[in-house]
């Protein structure tokens, strides 16, 4: 079951876990299939992130954002992200994605996606920044907007030093693409 059985399957039963609202998680489980391996027989890294994606979307789907962003004309779009890896996910082992939003700056959300053993013990863990960009006004929308739009309240916690690490890191790194492809 490649990326696309998997994220129909979310969508057909994203409704069963309710709506989504600021402060929540997202719960996905999956099972190391053949397709999903590489040569040392374990969940391959690229994997990773897309079912770090099916994460990332079924949140936006039960916060109604795709709604909103289809109305508004706009798009949300990953920034960013940093993995790591500390356990192995076997070929056939069962694992779960826990996708949260933690916080937000500005027209940047921070959002963590955590590959989850059946006992508990975490296998991987990425970081994402992402926003939501603005296609008639060309720009990324403050994600208060984006919030506010949802019908949804909230107050962004402070980044933590991670957190904060995190963004710089990825800040610079983007600046140092951007330098280099000139």
């Not at 994460?55 to 109305?71: E, H, T, Y």
């Not at 990425?126 to 990324?140: E, N, P, S």
């Not at 107050?155 to 951007?178: C, D, N, V, W």
Request: glycine share 10%; aromatic share 8%.
């Amino acid at each position: 079951m490649y990326v696309w059985a998997r994220l129909a399957k979310m969508v057909a039963t994203a409704k069963s876990r309710g709506a989504y609202h600021m402060g929540d998680g997202g719960r996905l489980s999956f099972r190391c299939l053949p397709t999903d391996i590489d040569t040392n027989m374990h969940l391959n890294n690229a994997r990773y992130m897309m079912l770090a994606d099916v994460g990332r979307i079924d949140l936006f789907m039960r916060a109604g954002l795709l709604g909103v962003a289809r109305r508004k004309k706009w798009a949300p779009m990953i920034g960013g992200l940093q993995a790591v890896y500390v356990r192995e996910i076997k070929l056939w082992q069962r694992f779960d994605v826990v996708s949260t939003l933690e916080t937000w700056e500005d027209t940047q959300v921070i959002g963590r996606h955590r590959f989850v053993h059946q006992d508990g013990r975490t296998a991987a863990m990425i970081m994402t920044t992402a926003g939501v960009y603005d296609l008639v006004d060309k720009r990324f929308v403050p994600i208060d907007d984006v919030v506010t739009a949802l019908g949804q309240a909230g107050t962004p916690r402070l980044p933590t030093e991670a957190e904060r690490i995190f963004m710089a890191s990825h800040g610079g790194l983007r600046e140092l693409a951007k330098r280099s492809g000139r």
